[in-house]
């Protein structure tokens, strides 16, 4: 018999199909290591048909907004975003990888005008989707490790 | 560009070969300007503001004859000391109060991305002067200037870039521009400053035929123009190795025996002993004349973002 290893939500969202081992960077996204009050689930490295493996990430009450939607993106290119509600799936969504970041990244050039105390977002360009290549529209710097830029 | 009107001038990336070529016939029209052989009252009654966060006596003096020669004004700093930078101000409030004191900002910064910042704050055109390791546009129009108004084309030209190739702003962005005109550019540079692979890969795609070497001598017989570049003494921990380095990338008259009779030698200046003294008296210096063509350049620049002349 095969066993359920996190039981279903009534309300909120879940973020399935997220690259093994990148599912505590998407709680980084989400804010879910500051104080939260409601539950998370977080399943690693679960047998995956598509992938081999992968992570999933359950938050009840939670509906995720546009821009934390497209920062998963960018470190999880392939997950999917499923809105419960009432134990329904009632929206499914594949985060579409987008065109540009904004606000999303810390530009990783120490020199890089938007480090210092100026009233603007960061602003990435996507140049490639796999793998991932983003420079910063301002200093043109491509950007090394996007998952350790993410504010 | 569409239209020049009120356009800024960050990055050399976003001008087309048209673009530039426009630029460069127009500074020709400017010349004799630029040189106080004809006189202009173009841009009388404008205001050009140079914000120079850092001290480039060589851009901000060629702004302000540009500026001067054509009847504008010019206001500005020359360094951010007794400025309310120094008291914490945000680059995007300098450049709010500035635009209400000019109709144009020229803009030299420390860091990376402030001219990109500085256009998004305020409806005046700004021209980037340099910010940091970042572009600087007008320098490089300067130095295509400088070959097309010296060899009558930029297509077809043997260039070789000497020097400090993997720090050196000024050469990533001519290499980029020169990609776009079809030239053999022969990258020449001491064993660990080369060019960054990624611009060479762009260069090839973009169709430029790019040969590298480390050795001078290789070069000098064939090329049609010899940018020089300085090799900073700080990239070295060792100051021998400095000097056999710098000594080899030497441009000076037994070399420049090998070369072609219409080589033209270019230095974005200042230059320490890469290229000797005794070179000056060759028909092949070109470097003066390279830094004076900065003047009718941003003469062009400045006539067309504001919008008049033409």
């Known amino acids: 018999m095969r066993e359920l290893r996190v039981t279903p939500i009534k309300n909120g969202t879940v973020i399935d199909h997220i690259p093994a081992g990148m599912a505590l960077k998407v709680l980084r996204i989400l804010g879910i290591e500051e104080a939260v009050s409601s539950t998370v689930t977080v399943a690693m490295h679960v047998p995956s048909k598509a992938s081999g493996w992968k992570d999933i990430v359950k938050v009840e009450d939670r509906e995720l907004s546009p821009k934390e939607v497209d920062k998963i993106a960018l470190i999880a290119p392939r997950a999917t975003v499923n809105v419960i509600r009432n134990y329904n799936v009632a929206e499914k969504h594949v985060v579409r990888l987008p065109d540009r970041a904004v606000g999303i990244l810390r530009c990783g050039n120490p020199n890089c005008i938007t480090n210092l105390r100026e009233p603007v977002e960061t602003d990435f360009s996507v140049l490639e989707g796999e793998p991932l290549r983003v420079a910063c529209r301002y200093c043109d710097r491509v950007l090394e490790d996007i998952a350790a830029a993410i504010v | 560009m569409a239209s020049w009107k009120g356009r800024d001038i960050l990055s050399i990336r976003d001008f087309s070969r048209g673009d530039i070529e426009v630029v460069l016939k127009y ?164 064993p660990g400053l080369e060019m960054p692979w990624e611009i060479v890969d762009e260069l090839k795609r973009a169709g430029t035929q790019v040969a590298t070497t480390h050795r001078l001598d290789d070069v000098v017989a064939t090329a049609d123009v010899l940018y020089v570049t300085r090799i900073q003494r700080e990239r070295f921990p060792d100051p021998q190795e400095y000097e056999r380095v710098a000594g080899s990338y030497r441009v000076d008259l037994p070399l420049l025996r090998e070369a072609k009779k219409d080589l033209i030698v270019m230095h974005p200046l200042p230059r320490v002993t890469e290229v000797d003294p005794a070179v000056d008296r060759t028909a092949h210096a070109k470097y003066f004349r390279q830094a004076f063509n900065a003047v009718p350049v941003r003469m062009a620049l400045l006539e067309m973002v504001l919008g008049v002349g033409g």
């Open chain 2, 27 to 190: 500074a020709r029209k400017l010349a004799p300007v630029a040189e106080g052989q004809k006189s202009s009252r173009s841009l009388e009654g404008k205001v050009l503001a140079t914000l120079f966060f850092e001290p480039s006596t060589r851009t901000r003096l060629s702004f302000h004859s540009a500026m001067i020669r054509l009847g504008g004004q010019v206001l500005g700093f020359s360094n951010v000391e007794g400025t309310s930078v120094q008291k914490g101000e945000t680059l995007a409030d300098t450049v709010r109060m500035v635009e209400g004191y000019a109709d144009a900002i020229v803009l030299r910064h420390p860091h990376e991305g402030a001219a990109v910042l500085a256009a998004e704050f305020t409806e005046r055109p700004v021209i980037n002067a340099g910010d940091g390791a970042g572009q600087h546009p007008t320098q490089t129009l300067q130095d295509l200037y400088t070959i097309w108004d010296e060899k009558g084309k930029i297509d077809g030209q043997g260039i070789a870039l000497v020097g400090d190739l993997k720090y050196g702003r000024t050469v990533h962005s001519l290499a980029y521009a020169l990609a776009q005109f079809g030239v053999s550019l022969t990258l020449v540079s001491p």
